[in-house]
C-alpha cells in the first residue's frame, strides 16, 4: 500500500488558486490517484481521480508528473465553502483516509 | 445527483445495547462500505459488501459488527453490545464497479453511546 504525505494545512484567500501536493514515492504501477474533500460532519466527497498526465473535471485539476511520485490537486478560485480537509489516497481500495490537508480559505 | 441516504442522523443508546444503522445505497451499484470516524480522527475502513457477502473488512470489524442487505435496496450495520468507544460518525459508501474508486458516501449516522 502507497503511503502518503501531504501537508497537514493550507491557508488560501478568495479567489486565488490553490494547489495541494501529495507525495507517494512507492506507487505501484496500477494504482490509481484519488482524492477526496470532507467538510465537518460530513461524510468524504470524491473530487477527483487520475493515473498520469492531467485530469480535469467541473471542480478540480490532478496533475501528475511522468514518474508519478506525486501529484498536485488544484482548485481554481477557491470561495470560503471550500474550506474543508482533502484526503490523496492512492490505489487503496479500502481508501485508508490519513489526516490530509486542512485548508482554510480566508476572506 | 444521486445520493447515498442513511439513518438514523443521530442514534444514542445505552452502553450493552444493540444497534442497527441503515444505509439505501445508490440504485445502480454494487458495492458497498462502512467506515466510521471518531470525534477529531481520521475516517477508518471497517467493510466492505458484495454480491450478499464480505468482501473485506478491517480489524475493527470484530464478531461485535455484523452486516446485511436484507432487500433490494437497504445495507445495514449491527453493532452488538455497544461499548462507549463506539461512539463516532458511522458513514455508509457506495460504488458502481470495483474499478471505481469514487466511492459515494453518506452523510452519516453520529452514534452516542452513554
Known amino acids: 500500500l502507497a503511503k502518503t504525505t501531504q501537508p497537514i494545512s493550507m491557508d488560501s484567500y478568495e479567489g486565488q488558486e490553490v494547489n495541494i501536493t501529495c507525495s507517494h514515492n512507492?506507487?505501484?504501477?496500477?494504482?490509481?490517484i484519488t482524492w477526496y474533500q470532507q467538510f465537518p460532519s460530513q461524510g468524504p466527497r470524491f473530487i477527483i481521480q487520475?493515473?498520469?498526465t492531467k485530469v480535469t473535471n467541473e471542480v478540480a485539476s490532478l496533475f501528475i508528473p511522468a514518474d508519478r511520485k506525486s501529484s498536485t490537486l488544484s482548485l481554481p478560485r477557491v470561495s470560503l465553502s471550500d474550506t474543508a480537509v482533502y484526503y490523496c489516497?492512492?490505489?487503496?481500495?479500502?481508501?485508508?483516509f490519513g489526516s490530509g490537508t486542512q485548508l482554510t480559505v480566508l476572506p | 445527483e444521486p445520493e447515498v441516504t442513511q439513518t438514523p442522523s443521530h442514534q444514542v443508546t445505552q452502553m450493552g445495547q444493540e444497534v442497527i444503522l441503515r444505509c439505501v445505497p445508490i440504485s445502480n451499484h454494487l458495492y458497498f462500505y462502512w467506515y466510521r470516524q471518531i470525534l477529531g480522527q481520521k475516517v477508518e475502513f471497517l467493510v466492505s459488501?458484495?454480491?450478499?457477502?464480505?468482501?473485506?473488512k478491517s480489524e475493527i470489524f470484530d464478531d461485535q459488527f455484523s452486516v446485511e442487505r436484507p432487500d433490494g435496496s437497504n445495507f445495514t450495520l449491527k453493532i452488538r453490545s455497544t461499548k462507549l468507544e463506539d461512539s463516532a460518525m458511522y458513514f455508509c459508501?457506495?460504488?458502481?464497479?470495483?474499478?471505481?474508486?469514487?466511492?459515494?458516501f453518506g452523510s452519516g449516522t453520529r452514534l452516542t453511546v452513554v
Open positions: 459488501f458484495y454480491n450478499n457477502e464480505i468482501s473485506e
Open positions: 512507492n506507487i505501484a504501477t496500477n494504482d490509481y
Open positions: 487520475g493515473y498520469k
Open positions: 489516497l492512492v490505489g487503496d481500495r479500502q481508501l485508508t
Open positions: 459508501a457506495s460504488s458502481e464497479s470495483w474499478q471505481d474508486y469514487g466511492y459515494t
